[in-house]
Nanobody, 120 residues
Framework: VQLQASGGGLVQAGGSLRLSCTAS????????MAWFRQAPGEEREFVAA????????YYADSAKGRFTISRDNAKNTVYLQMNSLKPEDTAVYFC??????????????WGQGTQVTVSS
C-alpha cells in the first residue's frame, strides 16, 4: 500500500487547512487509517484515527474539538480538516493505514508526510 498525503502549507493562527491522503496498491478489504504528526525535535505523535465505516473516530486531546477526520472509501482517501490552528500544530503530518480495521491498533503503512506551518 502506498500513501500520498497532500494539503499542507503555511497558514496564520486561527486558520484552517484540510489534509488529504490517498491509498493505492493493495487496498482491498477493510482497514483503519490515521494521521500522526512530528514537530522538529519531537517524537511522532498520534493525531486522529478512523475505522473503515467512518463511525469510529478517535482523537488526541490536542485535536479534539478542532480537527475532524473523515474518509471516502470509494476514493481510498482519508481527510483531516484542521480548524482554529495554533502555532503548536506546526509539524510534518503523516497519514497511516493499518492491515486491519482497528483504529486503535498498529499502523503498518506510512505516507511521506506533508508540512503544516502555523504562524503566530
Amino acid at each position: 500500500v502506498q500513501l500520498q498525503a497532500s494539503g499542507g502549507g503555511l497558514v496564520q493562527a486561527g486558520g484552517s487547512l484540510r489534509l488529504s491522503c490517498t491509498a493505492s496498491g493493495r487496498t482491498s478489504g477493510s482497514y483503519a487509517m490515521a494521521w500522526f504528526r512530528q514537530a522538529p525535535g519531537e517524537e511522532r505523535e498520534f493525531v486522529a484515527a478512523i475505522n473503515w465505516s467512518g463511525i469510529g473516530t478517535y482523537y488526541a486531546d490536542s485535536a479534539k474539538g478542532r480537527f475532524t477526520i473523515s474518509r471516502d472509501n470509494a476514493k481510498n482517501t482519508v481527510y483531516l480538516q484542521m480548524n482554529s490552528l495554533k502555532p503548536e500544530d506546526t509539524a510534518v503530518y503523516f497519514c497511516a493505514a493499518g492491515r486491519l480495521d482497528d483504529a486503535l491498533g498498529g499502523f503498518d503503512y506510512w505516507g511521506q508526510g506533508t508540512q503544516v506551518t502555523v504562524s503566530s
